[in-house]
């Protein structure tokens, strides 16, 4: 009997951490501080002060985008139902992230 395949899953931050810390011949304790100033730099580009973009370059670009609200609409069409009319409840103003790939991770696909 042949032997299934065990489901492929994401690596953790754990073996993240001790694979490039391999690579790069640094500490576990370095790649992790590296990656937390990541984090830091990430969090104030995209904060009310930042610009509002974050780029790693070659990888990916990390955009916040306001998003306005929607009033509340009554009467309208149900695409599901057709020859019915239904209310559609407001949405307030958010903001969104939105996370683009740059050429080098469409690349690696």
Sequence with gaps: MAKKEEAKKAPTKTEILTAIAEETK???KQVGSVLDSLTGQIK???SSRGAGVFAIPGLVK?????VPARPARKNVPNPF??????NVAAKPAS???KVRPLKNLKGMV
């Design 26 to 28: 640094l500490s576990k």
């Design 95 to 97: 903001t969104k992230v």
């Design 62 to 66: 990390i955009e916040k985008k306001k």
């Design 44 to 46: 104030k580009s995209l």
């Design 81 to 86: 139902k057709p020859g019915e009319l239904m």
